[in-house]
């Protein structure tokens, strides 16, 4: 055993060489040092275990030196207990020597003044391993809990369900999902596996759904969507071709970030074939009801063709009548009998109102045709190049003569406003929305319709004093059969389809429509359309 001389007489090394032997029979490493440069006076055969150099090319060395990563640490120590004159103990040390990487509780014990340190180095390395290794696993079983929670969750959803990553990769399916797309289900992290090309997605139109449009993609830029209506068609089956309403939402980290899309999808297959055969039978049953209304609608006129002929007759019939009852060739009786024959005002106005009931019938009919023909895309246009202006006037024309009560207004700051479009359907959209306008102004009054420019635009405005749209109603009358409160059953007549096609129509014509409105002072209906120059 070689050791630096720690004793000054012969008792003391007596006790140093004991402590040294001691020291050496310990399992755990021992090192004495002196002084405040902690240089090493001593170190036992375990002290290998930790750095392996020959013991005699340690002495009289720096400790700091020979813990080459954790020499500051230990130095630290020492220098608190030679000071104090107290043990210091550090619970945790790690220690990268020569013979690797190990875990040691240190302790330093003051000798002699802390003249002399005793440092043991007690190595609690399989302890470290084992607690770590069990927060490992601790953390391992939780994001695999976590995992199977969310999968669990996912496969609970009846409904398809694909969770996508911020880089547009599908990252998990549950089954409903997986089995429609021909893939695995399952949460994985792994694949790289493009979310747009697991399928064909188009919207109901046919149009095929560009990839920003995609409801999973939209989320993943913030937006949270709902119900958006499409066709997925799968890679692998292309057979299979299904409705879906899909919503999709954005998941985020505790820092705000996007990391993950939701996207649920509803299959909406049956519901959509059963509003086609809806739609197909409306369709049809309102075209042959079309027929026997005309025939009805040909057959009064004609009656009322005849009516008027005999009244315009009347006046003449009835003198010669006076003539002949006062030469005594009928009697005055017989002269009534026939006056009463001529007289035909009551039933020309029945005539007049069968005719208005089966225009009405006639119109609801072309409402619903139309609405149906609008949902199947089957709305055929005749384009060209018209002025707004005369369309506008002359259906204010028509009606007025039919509404002694309102009077119709056009205000204008041009002349002519030239839209490409078809004629016959914007004449239907102005002549629904000036028809609305008298029908809930049952009190009358003033209703102007409006033209402007609006840079390239043409603005149309009609405005009426009636009954006005409750606040909650005004967001919805454009849809199919939407009628606000202010049309219950019993007010005013209506199917709640006429707005929802004149929308149509200006949409289709590039343009859009909406409504302002106060509740018992009156409505305003906004739409507008590209002029003719903008083409
Ligand atoms: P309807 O045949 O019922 O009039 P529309 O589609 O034309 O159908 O209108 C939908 C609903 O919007 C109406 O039922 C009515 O409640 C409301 N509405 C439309 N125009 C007006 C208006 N000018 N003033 C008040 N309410 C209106």
Known sequence: MRVLKVASNSNQLLEAETMYKVLDGLSDAAVVTEGAEHR???????????????????????????????????????ESARRTGETVTLDKLEIYGPAGHGCWKLTAIPERDGR???????EITAQVREKLDEAVYKSRVMAEERAFI?????????????????????IGLNREAADYLGMEPG??????????????????????????????????QGEVVRGVEMIIEPNNNSDVKRFFSLSASPVRDAQGNIILAVSVARDITERVNFEKAKDGFISVASHEMRTPLGIVRGTAQLMEMGLRRRAEKAPTLKKELDDKVERGEISADTRSGISEYLAVDKEIQYCSSIIHWIDQMARMISEVLDASRLESGQLESNNRSFDLMPVIQEVCQRLQAVSENHRLLVEADEDEYMVYGDQSRLNQVVNNLLDNAIKYSPEGGDIRVELKRRGEDIEVK????????????QKYIFERFYRAQNAMPGTFGGLGLGLYISRQIIMEHGGRMWVESSPGKGSGFYFTLPSDEAF
């Open 116 to 122: 002399y340190l005793v440092t043991l180095l007690h």
């Open 462 to 473: 009609v405005i009426d004093s009636g009954v006005g749209i409750p606040e909650k109603d």
């Open 40 to 78: 090493v006076v001593f170190v036992n055969t375990s002290f290998a275990r930790i750095n392996p150099a020959v013991r005699g090319s340690l002495l009289g060395r720096r400790l700091i030196e020979i813990f080459p990563r954790a020499g500051f640490r230990i130095d630290k120590v020492l």
């Open 150 to 170: 969310l999968e669990s969750l996912i496969q609970s959803i009846t409904d398809p369900v694909v969770l996508v990553n911020s880089l547009g990769q599908v």
């Open 187 to 220: 949460i994985f992290f792994d694949r790289n596996l493009d979310y747009p090309s697991t399928a064909l997605r188009s919207y109901t139109n046919g149009v095929r759904i560009p990839r920003s449009e995609l409801p999973a993609f939209r989320a993943l």
